[in-house]
């Protein structure tokens, strides 16, 4: 717990270093706490040219499809606190990102009054949802050309080096304050140890 809390305040600091984001690229990806019953997102953003992390938030959320009637069956209702984690993110990224930066997602339909308010001068791009292939544990695209590449394949790499991320695990994740601080000591050896120096 004071690694993952230290390691929140490293990310924060190393990315302060940097000038602002000219072009960043956001999304949720989903795993699960402690069952498939118990969906969380995961909010991530990067640099889209470095790959480089700038933030991410853990919400939990509501399973969806035939998982729903089980879910709800089994422990109620549960909240879906997605959209509060993204302004929770998007709060915290507001110094990180250019004024007028450029920012990339998917064509989530929460997402636009979002951007607009936390980066009003910003240009939000919305990119069409590819399939996944069987490469990158589904995060990586079956097309030749992925707008939204640097962003996938950081999630690719998030699902390849956190074991409770994986698609198929015992390692599974009991608090999901506990996935965020695991996360953020990632996220700071991905800044800091995987990618190349400025």
Known sequence: MFLGEQAHKRLDESNRLHPPAEVMAFDDMETAEHSKLKPLS?????EVRSRRILGLEVSRMPAKGHLARMSRKKYGVRKDERARGRQKLFARLSPLVAENAIIKSDENPHYPDDVKRFFPHAQHLPEKGQRGSVAGQGELKRVRFDPLFHLNHTCAMLRANVNRLFRKTWCLTKKPEKLALHLAMYA???????????
């Open 188 to 198: 700071v050896y991905h800044n800091l140890s995987l990618l190349k120096p400025p």
């Open 42 to 46: 995961i909010t991530l953003a990067v």
